[in-house]
Nanobody
Framework: QVQLVESGGGLAQPGGSLRLSCGAS????????MGWYRQAPGKQRELVAT???????NYADSVKGRFTISRDNAKNTVYLQMNSLTPEDTAVYYC?????????????????WGQGTQVTVSS
């Protein structure tokens, strides 16, 4: 069964940096897109950044120029480098992967989610 495991969350001061990592494991045929979403208290989950299987990336306007998403396809891992953090970046960050599982054949393309990692930006 496919699992996404995140790491790297925690507490940062305003203006500081954090780096999130998310590794996908299990019987994976192909990963098409990996990305990060976040959900702040009382708000809906929102896209932060995505990275396609090539070099295509997409960012929310609120993080452009501050966050950088990258992938290591050999390790089925996606990273999110977060710089110039502000209190508005405080949220639970979720890893997402759009992939096909390999189980008795090539499975349907589906979305998978990690368990979430807390990022808190506070002085």
């Amino acid at each position: 069964q496919v699992q996404l495991v995140e790491s790297g969350g925690g507490l940062a001061q305003p203006g500081g940096s954090l780096r999130l990592s998310c590794g996908a494991s299990g019987s994976i045929f192909s990963i098409y897109r990996m990305g990060w979403y976040r959900q702040a208290p009382g708000k809906q989950r929102e896209l932060v950044a995505t990275a396609g299987s090539g070099s295509t990336t997409n960012y929310a306007d609120s993080v452009k120029g501050r966050f950088t998403i990258s992938r290591d396809n050999a390790k089925n891992t996606v990273y999110l480098q977060m710089n110039s953090l502000t209190p508005e970046d405080t949220a639970v960050y979720y890893c997402n992967a759009d992939l096909r599982e390999l189980r008795g054949g090539i499975g349907a393309r589906k979305d998978y989610w990690g368990q979430g990692t807390q990022v808190t930006v506070s002085s």
